[in-house]
């Protein structure tokens, strides 16, 4: 059984940066794609970025509203997978959850996923 547990979450302004962690125990952590979704209140939970085990240019895949602030990043040493979030803007207020999943594949439907933390909140202040 996989345990995610998420870190870094916090209030911020709009225009600042936030660095989430990721933290996986009770499995092979780099044996796993890993994925950060998030939930504003009263929407649906979306795909915001999703690694391969391998990391690295080519195996990662971004949600269009990124549009180059965030950069989706792991230490399979560390069993860590980070999420460095810039030019923050009141619209990514949310709690911020990290998933893994078995497969190779970079999965943007949280259907995918297998293990899920409880997440950490991001609240970007105007």
């Known amino acids: 059984q996989v345990q995610l547990v998420e870190s870094g979450g916090g209030l911020v302004q709009a225009g600042g940066s936030l660095r989430l962690a990721c933290t996986a125990s009770?499995?092979?952590?780099?044996?796993?794609?890993m994925g950060w979704f998030r939930q504003a209140p009263g929407k649906a939970r979306e795909f915001v970025a999703v690694?391969?085990?391998?990391?690295?240019?080519?195996?990662?895949a971004y949600a269009d509203f990124v549009k180059g602030r965030f950069t989706v990043s792991r230490d399979n040493g560390k069993n860590t997978m980070y999420l460095q979030m810039n030019s923050l803007s009141p619209e990514d207020t949310a709690v911020y959850h990290c998933?893994?999943?078995?497969?190779?594949?970079?999965?943007?439907?949280?259907?995918?996923?297998?293990?899920w933390g409880q997440g950490t909140q991001v609240t970007v202040s105007s």
């Open positions: 009770g499995g092979t952590f780099s044996s796993y794609g």
């Open positions: 998933a893994a999943h078995r497969t190779p594949s970079l999965y943007r439907d949280p259907g995918s996923y297998t293990y």
């Open positions: 690694i391969r085990w391998s990391g690295g240019a080519g195996n990662v």
